[in-house]
């Protein structure tokens, strides 16, 4: 991995040799790094549009849209938002290795906005068919299947080296600033400006992210670490590729506790159906309190990026304890049916998933290749998102016969075989995970 500074780094600390008096802390990464900081901003606002988009028409669907099986219906509409990520791992893995990274960023962020606006353009005439709405789901999620992994491919091409884990925490903390955005606004728009106000947002804030993608240098970060020109747009000099299937086969480590978090999902993914169900039977609210709900999940899991370097351990026995804590979290709302009480229970899960993302993402940019790196979060994020669209089935079709504490009870007792196996790895971390926890610090 090339330890060159990025040439659109701004120094903003006084060198350590100037007179007492004159130093200076150094900003933050995404203020002294204009690159990042612009790009980091556009997945903020794409990751936010299509969470607004996924938690409005979740509302819309349960509380407008479809007097019975809403169950099914909104659990049906978040498979469909998790499908591309899955299916089309082997085409973004290619199309990122492949081509400049600004520019799948920002024809992603383009073409986003456009199918926002249209569906904008349908539901302010009326008459819109929930099909239209389920297949606009697909296309946003479709688009960003594509910018998620090729930013965070593109992480090396925009910082240096002692700067990634402070990059990947800002990278992985815009899902928890668009779960807090997206929630805020999601429902709330819904109730006030219907579907048609809703994607008009959406496409304004795609729209918005692909002229800061534009307006960002990329460099070149070549294979294997070795030197090679600067390029406007980060391209990849002659990478060396290897078939997916052979990337996770040679790092067990990861492979494993890859499989730890896909198990893990099959019950979290399941917040975001549980919490619309949650509302409007059991606390008898409307968008203000899916919204407050929602808020509360990603203010926590806001925090949680920022504050996941500090939790101590490696990154086996923290993210053990923490999917504990996460169980408890989500099975407490059975017994508390209080909206403060649920509200800090998602605010403490949301951490917990903040807190174990930031260390784990971090541990995987040190130990996968350079090369390797456009595929294996090609296949990261199809592995983990395998289990989003049947957790969302299954907790959907389950809530039109089951209450939602229930739900919330399952979703607790799920989580707890993942921490054990992942507390079990942690007891023989393998030689190349040990080395690359020891790069990134002990804790």
Not at 347 to 361: D, T
Request: proline content about 7%.
């Amino acid at each position: 991995m090339s330890t060159a500074p990025a040439p659109v780094a701004d120094p903003a600390e006084t060198p350590p040799d100037a007179p007492t008096g004159t130093y200076r802390r150094r900003a933050p990464l995404v203020l002294r790094n204009r690159a990042f900081g612009a790009v980091w901003l556009g997945q903020v606002l794409t990751q936010a549009a299509v969470r607004m988009f996924q938690v409005g028409v979740s509302w819309w669907i349960v509380a407008y849209a479809v007097p019975e099986a809403r169950g099914l219906a909104s659990g049906l509409f978040m498979a469909v938002c998790t499908l591309p990520a899955v299916a089309l791992a082997p085409v973004v893995a290619a199309v990122v290795a492949r081509c400049a990274h600004r520019s799948v960023l920002r024809t992603a962020a383009a073409v986003a906005g456009a199918a926002s606006a249209a569906l904008a353009v349908w539901a302010h005439g009326g008459g819109l068919p929930l099909t239209t709405v389920y297949a606009a789901g697909l296309a946003l999620a479709t688009c960003q299947a594509f910018f998620d992994p090729c930013l965070t491919t593109s992480v090396p091409e925009l910082v240096d080296d002692a700067d990634i884990e402070t990059a990947t925490g800002f990278e992985l903390s815009t899902q928890s600033l668009a779960g807090l955005v997206g929630a805020l606004l999601g429902a709330l728009t819904v109730d006030r400006a219907g579907v048609a106000g809703l994607a008009a947002g959406c496409a304004a804030a795609y729209l918005g992210a692909a002229l800061l993608v534009a307006s960002a240098r990329f460099r070149t970060v070549p294979a294997d670490g070795a030197d090679g020109p600067d390029g406007p747009d980060g391209v990849v000099a002659a990478p060396r590729r290897r078939p997916l299937r052979r990337i996770l086969a040679e790092l067990p480590s990861v492979r494993r506790i890859l499989i730890c978090f896909t198990a893990a999902n099959l019950f979290t993914a399941a917040v975001f159906v549980v919490i619309p169900l949650y509302t409007r039977s059991v606390l008898l609210g409307g968008g203000g309190t899916v919204a407050l709900l929602e808020a509360s999940l990603g203010t926590g899991a806001l925090v949680g990026a920022f504050t996941g370097t500090r939790v101590p351990g490696r990154p086996t026995v923290a993210g053990a304890w923490c999917l504990g804590l996460m169980a408890l979290a989500l099975a407490l709302p059975r017994l508390f049916a209080q909206r403060p009480v649920v509200a800090g229970c998602l605010a403490v899960a949301g951490w917990c998933a903040g807190a174990v993302s930031v260390r784990f993402v971090a541990l995987f940019q040190r130990m996968v290749p350079t090369a390797d790196k456009p595929g294996f979060f090609a296949v990261m994020q199809a592995v983990l998102g395998a289990s989003l669209p049947v957790a969302s089935l299954v907790f959907g079709s389950a809530g039109d016969f089951l209450s939602p504490q229930t739900l919330c009870l399952a979703q607790g007792i799920g989580l707890l075989p993942a921490a054990c196996a992942l507390a079990l790895l942690g007891s023989g971390t393998p030689p190349e995970a040990a080395s690359a926890e020891s790069a990134g610090g002990e804790r």
